[in-house]
């Protein structure tokens, strides 16, 4: 077997049971997502909120995915500022 991208060496390592593994980052325009749900937030952990995190949000009128819900969780900046919106 010729491994020609990452894909190809994860299918090799953990064979056909591995499901799509994205090769490319998500691209998200943060200007489509509204009506956004935040779950974990504990005031005792003001400012930080580390546990705070965005359970669902629509993209452009659409319930976002799981792997955008990673990627949008991943960006603390956006994450912080949705869970102080969400404080107000």
Known sequence: MK??????????C?????INVPSEPIKI???KIDNIEIDGIDTKDYPD???AFIVSADYD???MTDEQLDEINE???F???C????LQ
């Not at 953990?14 to 591995?18: D, I, K, M, Q, T």
């Not at 869970?83 to 969400?86: L, P, Y």
């Open 3 to 12: 491994i020609n991208n990452f894909n190809d060496i994860m299918k090799k």
């Open 83 to 86: 869970i102080m919106n969400d």
């Open 29 to 31: 325009d943060y200007k």
């Open 79 to 81: 994450q912080h500022e």
């Open 75 to 77: 960006d603390g900046d």
């Open 49 to 51: 909120f580390c546990d």
């Open 61 to 63: 009128g659409v319930p």
């Open 14 to 18: 953990f064979g056909e049971r591995l």
